[in-house]
Nanobody, 116 residues
Framework: VQLVESGGGLVQPGGSLRLSCAAS????????MSWVRQAPGKGLEWVSD????????YYADSVKGRFTISRDNAKNTLYLQMSSLKPEDTALYYC??????????WGQGTQVTVSS
């Protein structure tokens, strides 16, 4: 099983980034997917969820209206479109796969740094 995040980088405040999470080794389309982040020196913060079919999405108040989660089950890939980025969005971003009765899977993370 693998979850591999990509798309992070350095961006100026107000900029945009699109994160991707490529999944393999499990039935991606049957898993609930999440983005979780960890800022330097802080704990894990939930960012967004999407259900297995992609029809329901949920966001933390801190990113609502700026971030959009989506998935392509045909490509086994999860996305996070991030816009109007703020310095406080700086963090290591992880994707996670969850399914009731099964263990969770996590990626290794991709770094997002928002700075001028």
């Amino acid at each position: 099983v693998q979850l591999v995040e990509s798309g992070g980088g350095l961006v100026q405040p107000g900029g945009s980034l699109r994160l991707s999470c490529a999944a393999s080794g499990f039935t991606f389309s049957s898993y609930y997917m999440s983005w979780v982040r960890q800022a330097p020196g802080k704990g894990l913060e939930w960012v967004s969820d999407i259900n297995s079919g992609g029809g329901s999405t949920y966001y933390a108040d801190s990113v609502k209206g700026r971030f959009t989660i989506s998935r392509d089950n045909a490509k086994n890939t999860l996305y996070l479109q991030m816009s109007s980025l703020k310095p406080e969005d700086t963090a290591l971003y992880y994707c996670a796969a969850r399914k009731v009765g099964y263990r969770d899977y996590w990626g290794q993370g991709t770094q997002v740094t928002v700075s001028s």
